[in-house]
């Protein structure tokens, strides 16, 4: 058996942790420069705010039924997420952290799975603050289905579905656009041969679905079945990693443009680092602003020679890459770095001249470098080619205090 736990309306449900203020009111978060809606509470659901929507066409309707706009506070999601994540794991051994606010596990055949999900969901409600859905089914593509059940349960959030009659029905309502792994393309195929629910789907013969499709639909239509092909993955280590912003204003100048990737490269390095990875060369990419008459981009490529997870190094090629590409004369808009060729820290030496003490030294000191930041708070050291104090480039005019990661932040009780 299978569980899924989603965490409700995530961005919102961090927010209305320390902000009570937010309780009973529509609620919505933005992306980045607080441009779209990417979050939002139950009240703003029911005002008919549809997902993904520019804030500047709902900004007036959504203050006259007194609601509140929200910038995104990643600081505080990505800490809210891991404390959700490790009372899963404390719960469950085998388990996988599917996104920022969904986690499958796997759960013994004989264990009273309604009273273990009413345990972990009290336990997260109360420790976190974070109300979840979990749905549990024999397989994580039924989960998903099940999830989606549980978050309109009006009490307990939480649906098991096992029974095979109950399965079928359910199925047969459930529009094949809505399963799990099927995509807007591949479902507007499947309508075309004449296959509209989950059900159908389920009933197609394998061959088909191989030979006009391929292997995943395949093994979606036995999950929906109920026999399990995909079972629980371990976090696989990245091949690369990106950090990429569009600014809030265009910036021209050189020197600018040095810092704000020294920025981007700190917090990828940082990323790799938490992940123990090494890589072995960075991409550094700049672009105009597309809507505009006159634009340039483009990208350049930074060899390091050999693996690492220096910061220091890979800002020193990073700059090497940007003044490669850099043209005066225009307004830059967005950029950006892409660590690559990252392999786990622990990989055996792969060149005979590879000073392997050398490369320890440099883990150490950047173990350092973020125990440091760790305890005492974001860039509490940092390197001198970056801006002092916390810089993010984007417009976030709404953003909340970073509660659980900064000592500023701190909520005060008066």
């Not at 992306?31 to 993904?52: F, H, Q, T, W």
């Not at 997260?124 to 978050?151: D, F, N, W, Y």
Request: aromatic fraction near 8%.
């Amino acid at each position: 058996m299978f569980m899924l736990i989603d965490c409700d309306n995530f961005f919102v449900s961090c927010e209305k942790v320390f902000q009570p203020r937010l309780k009973n009111r529509p609620v919505v978060v933005l992306s980045n420069n607080d441009g779209c809606v990417v979050s939002r509470s139950y009240e703003a659901k029911a005002l008919g705010i549809p997902m993904c929507s520019p804030y500047f066409k709902i900004e007036k309707f959504l203050t006259r039924e007194g609601g509140i706009a929200l910038s995104s506070n990643y600081e505080l999601y990505a800490d809210m997420s891991r404390r959700v994540m490790s009372l899963v794991g404390s719960f469950f051994p085998r388990m996988e952290v599917y996104s920022i606010d969904e986690a499958f596990a796997e759960i013994g055949n004989n264990e009273n799975f309604e009273h273990i999900a009413l345990v972990l969901r009290n336990t997260i409600l109360r420790q976190t603050g974070i109300s979840v859905s979990i749905g549990m089914a024999p397989t994580k593509t039924l989960c998903k289905t099940a999830s989606e059940l549980a978050k309109k349960e009006p009490l307990g959030k939480i649906k098991l579905l096992c029974d095979a009659d109950e399965i079928t029905g359910v199925l047969k309502r459930t529009d094949v656009s809505d399963v799990w792994g099927v995509g807007r393309r591949i479902s507007k195929e499947l309508n075309f041969m004449g296959i509209f629910t989950a059900l159908e789907l389920a009933q197609t013969p394998q061959q088909i679905l191989r030979h006009r499709f391929n292997i995943l639909l395949a093994k979606t239509a036995r999950e929906l079945q109920g026999i399990s092909c995909i079972g629980t993955e371990e976090a696989a280590l990245a091949k690369t990693l990106i950090c990429s912003r569009s600014f809030e204003n265009e910036i021209s100048s050189l020197a600018e443009l040095e810092i704000a990737i020294a920025e981007f490269t700190g917090h990828a390095c940082r990323r790799l680092r938490e992940q123990k990875g090494m890589a072995g060369g960075i991409m550094t990419s700049i672009s105009t602003n597309r809507f505009k008459d006159r634009q340039y981009s483009n990208s350049r490529i930074v060899s390091l020679g050999e693996a690492s997870c220096h910061t220091s190094k890979f800002i020193k090629a990073a700059r090497e890459g940007l003044r490669s590409i850099y043209r005066p004369g225009f307004g830059y808009k967005k950029a950006g770095v892409m660590l690559l060729d990252i392999t786990p820290q622990d990989t055996p030496q792969r060149d005979f001249f590879e000073d392997r003490s050398t490369i320890r030294k440099e883990l150490r000191l950047m173990q350092a470098f973020d125990d440091l930041n760790r305890r005492l708070g974001r860039k509490t050291v940092y390197f001198g080619a970056q801006a002092a104090g916390i810089k993010h480039y984007i417009k976030r005019e709404f953003k909340s205090s970073s509660y659980t990661t900064s000592w500023d932040g701190l909520p005060s009780v008066s």
